[in-house]
């Protein structure tokens, strides 16, 4: 995403570019919460002692995908606050 068009951005280009970061930051930090969510439900429903080799692969499964929706929204946050900073040329890091 290069939003420099002969050196110029426009206010409504930004506009809209900072709307669909924020947008995107929005669902990836709702993906994220989900994600914790059933995390904590999924280790709520295993036993504190040592879980059947199913419970693991889904604590496993679970964390991973917790991990990844955490990943995403670092992502997300990284592209709008180099947009917000850096207005000129967001995402050309």
Known sequence: MLLTLGGDVSEETRSDVL??????????WREN?????????????IPQS???????????????DMNLALQHYIDALRRYTDCVT???SPGSR
Not at 19 to 28: S, T
Not at 50 to 64: E, T, Y
């Open 19 to 28: 709307a669909r970061l924020k947008a995107d930051l929005d669902q990836a």
């Open 33 to 45: 919460v989900a994600a914790r969510a059933r995390f904590d439900s999924i280790m709520s429903e």
């Open 50 to 64: 040592i879980p059947h080799p199913d419970g693991s692969l889904r604590i496993r499964q679970a964390g991973a």
């Open 86 to 88: 850096h207005p000129l």
